[in-house]
């Protein structure tokens, strides 16, 4: 079974540049997840997406950020414009729910991640 | 609000021998989930074992087993007969009960497995 894809693996951009990443989930699993990692730190939830509708997104900084899965399926995440404390590891992960109850259903399994630098 | 504690910054073992890598948590919530991952340096994030505080045994997955005490409200991941291929980070995560299934991280605990 093919494991979460995300690309790029590397990005380098100028501040107040744009970028875009690229996540596609394990198939079949329902729940799709955006996470920051800052360096030194563990991950951090942005996004959290049931299907193509957003489940939480309460610590996405709303002003530059943005994610969408439209057909409930791959995601995207875009920075616009990108500022120095961007620079970070933005990990995908999916998992086959999200319910009420706590199984290994609810296991979130990563991606390889997207290295960030922001100059 | 939920919090998850790794006071262990860095961790030694020799090879064959066992590691304890702590972790402690904060929570008012009856029900909740407890998970470890791997990371490496490569960057992706490697389940490893998941533990669920109404589970009555420790969770254990070949190497990996976790030492959970509820009272003390740690989840302890011991790891046996370590390996060199198992120096990366790791960290303790939580499941949120509060819809979704938002995990809140600890900091990590770095694991050099030495000869």
């Known amino acids: 079974e093919a494991g979460v894809a995300q690309s790029p693996r590397y990005k380098i951009i100028e501040k107040r540049q744009s970028v875009a990443f690229w996540c596609n989930p394990i198939?079949?699993?329902?729940?799709l997840y955006w996470y920051q990692q800052i360096l030194g730190q563990g991950p951090k939830l942005l996004i959290q997406?049931?299907?193509?509708?957003?489940?939480?997104d309460s610590q996405l900084p709303k002003d530059r950020f943005s994610a969408e899965r439209l057909k409930g399926v791959d995601s995207t995440l875009k920075i616009q414009p990108a500022k120095l404390e961007d620079s970070a590891v933005y990990l995908c992960?999916?998992?086959?729910?999200?319910?009420?109850?706590?199984?290994?259903?609810?296991?979130?399994?990563f991606g390889p991640g997207t290295r960030l630098l922001v100059l | 609000a939920q919090k998850i504690t790794q006071t262990q910054p860095g961790m030694f073992v020799q090879e064959k021998e066992a590691v304890t890598l702590d972790c402690t948590y904060d929570?008012?919530?009856?029900?909740?989930?407890l998970f470890w991952y791997k990371q490496p340096s490569s960057g992706e994030m490697i389940f490893l074992i998941y533990?669920?505080?109404?589970?009555?045994q420790n969770a254990t997955e070949g190497r990996y087993s976790l030492n959970f005490q509820k009272a003390r409200k740690s989840a302890n991941l011991v790891i046996s007969a370590s390996q060199l291929g198992d120096s990366a980070m790791y960290f303790c995560?939580?499941?949120?009960?509060?819809?979704?299934?938002?995990?809140?991280f600890g900091t990590g605990t770095q694991l050099k497995v030495e000869l």
């Open positions: 992960a999916s998992s086959l729910k999200a319910g009420g109850t706590h199984s290994e259903a609810e296991t979130q399994y």
């Open positions: 198939s079949g699993h329902a729940t």
């Open positions: 997406f049931q299907n193509n509708g957003v489940v939480d």
């Open positions: 929570t008012s919530d009856q029900s909740y989930g």
């Open positions: 533990q669920g505080s109404y589970d009555e």
């Open positions: 995560a939580m499941r949120h009960t509060g819809g979704g299934n938002k995990l809140t």
